[in-house]
């Protein structure tokens, strides 16, 4: 069955092992997204429905890649500070706790980005950028520590990363720390018996208000995966398990005031930015058979070979014709992925495996939601159009795939997982937040949630998955602790 929580409330009690929720019936909500954008009023019905959902590998070259493969992107006014933001991309899909010897670290021959556009040209106005640097204590043995770990410094913890971050604007880097530790992999409660007192030492201050943090964690997206069997077996037979429970990714996060992010320092005046994350590689990497050392050396030019801006549009709006070519693109340049946002090929296999009409094209909604910004000129209200900052120039903003946020919309107390479309303009589409099911919301956008006479059987789209099976942190980098290896 499909489930959905209450108006302005939070996501129903998960039931079931391991946090996964129970299976149970639930009569449709009325008129959330329509009171929220002043679109006019539905009604629901309980009806059969269908999701979709991303498999983190969205792209023939970087499912072979997964230390440059860019999972997710997520941009929301701090809760705990609503003057900041915080940013947080992670890499390397389905990371197996136990997967050792080795385990999961950064690539040292990627730099991986977060890049800011504030001023809607669809180029980077800013962009903070990480590389990692490998050291071994000892490179005699296959062990990723030889003993008890119980600090970032201990001489137990043989495989270490530390970190360098830019600050790159106008073509210009400053360093804003160098060589900070990465927290390691969560190797398990016998190796690493205080996880959590080693990420505090990954996180740190830095001059300015900032907060750095790099290292694994648990996956914070949330979904059913069988989709991808004829969606969800066709029948909706399949639905109601989190497929990511238990799977750890690499993360990093950056919390910074907002003014430092927006357009000429004020972010009061222009409190709109686009938000999305790269993955640039060396284009040759080698091993020498002469090298004692058995390290991998790379150069040659930096190729862009992923790319995250919304959830899932390269994954379930590009075909598969075009997911490599678009993670080598840039903002700048998605006027040629255009007709695949108007005309989706998701409403049409809805509409054929479940008999739900297909919206009319072209869809400008969703060109509204992916690619200009929500303003009252295409969905009825101000939200993340870039032109609402007062001192963009018009004539400049481009319409790009980013993941658009108002930094003046202050965070709430009681979340609302549907975001927007729950009622909750703090919440996805306006940036991203950890908890946003941005499964459902998108899939009900994708059917036409927003458009003035939207069917009443959208509110139901799900695929019953409402929550993190692990809780997130109340404080930065407000992710999850991972999984440990000795589950």
């Keep these: 069955m499909i489930e959905t929580a209450p108006a302005g409330g939070a996501p129903r009690p998960r039931g079931g ?26 009604v629901v019905a309980l009806t059969p429905a269908a999701s979709m959902a991303s498999s983190h590998r969205e ?59 504030n001023d809607g040209d669809a180029k980077p106005d800013i962009t903070y950028r990480w590389t990692f640097t490998n050291s071994y204590k000892n490179p005699n043995t296959f062990l990723y520590n030889t003993g008890v770990v119980t600090s970032l410094d201990d001489p137990d913890l043989n495989f270490t990363q530390s970190y360098r971050l830019e600050m790159i604007k106008k073509g210009s880097s400053t360093v804003l720390a160098d060589k900070v530790p990465v927290a390691p992999s969560n190797v398990g409660k ?66 910074v005031p907002a003014a430092q992010l927006a357009l000429k320092g004020d972010a009061g005046r222009n409190p709109v930015i686009g938000v999305w994350s790269t993955t640039q590689r060396r284009s040759t990497t080698m091993v020498s058979p002469t090298n004692s050392s058995g390290r991998a050396m790379s150069f040659g030019q930096w190729s862009q070979v992923s790319r995250l801006g919304s959830p899932l549009v390269n994954e379930l709006v590009v075909p598969v014709g075009q997911k490599d070519r678009f993670n080598a693109s840039t903002p700048s340049r998605d006027a040629q992925f255009l007709n695949y946002v108007t005309d989706p090929e998701l409403a049409r296999l809805i509409q054929g495996i479940y008999k739900i009409p297909a919206p009319k094209t072209p869809r400008n909604d969703l060109v509204a939601v992916f690619l200009s910004g929500i303003s009252k000129g295409n969905l009825g209200v101000d939200l993340t159009s870039p032109t609402l900052n007062s001192d963009a120039s018009a004539k400049d903003i481009a319409p790009s795939e980013q993941l658009r946020l108002n930094m003046s919309i202050p965070p709430v107390a009681n979340p609302n997982r549907l975001g927007v479309v729950g009622g909750d303009v703090a919440g996805f589409p306006n940036g991203r937040r950890l908890a946003d099911d941005v499964v459902d919301i998108e899939i009900q956008a994708v059917e036409g949630v927003l458009l003035p006479n939207a069917p009443a059987a959208v509110k139901g789209l799900g695929d019953a998955v409402n929550a993190n099976n692990t809780p997130f942190l109340g404080a930065f980098p407000y992710l999850a602790l991972p999984t440990s290896g000795s589950r």
């Design 190 to 255: 016998a190796s690493m018996p205080n996880y959590a007192a080693l990420r505090d030492q990954a996180t740190q201050a830095l001059p300015g208000g900032i907060k750095t943090f790099a290292g694994q964690a648990d996956d914070p997206f949330f979904l059913d995966l069988r989709v991808f069997d004829l969606l969800y077996g066709g029948n909706l037979s399949e639905i109601g398990k989190d497929t990511l429970a238990g799977y750890n990714v690499n993360s990093v996060a950056l919390k």
């Design 17 to 42: 092992s391991r946090g996964r929720p129970a299976r149970r019936g639930l009569a449709g909500i009325a008129g959330i997204a329509a009171v929220a954008l002043g679109v006019g009023s539905a």
């Design 59 to 117: 792209a023939p070259l970087v499912s072979t890649d997964p230390t440059i493969d860019n999972t997710d992107t997520y941009a929301f006014v701090s809760p705990d500070d609503k003057n900041s933001v915080t940013l947080i991309a992670n890499w390397i899909p389905f990371e197996e706790p136990a997967g050792g010897p080795n385990f999961y670290p950064f690539a040292n021959d990627a730099q991986y980005d977060i890049n800011i556009d």
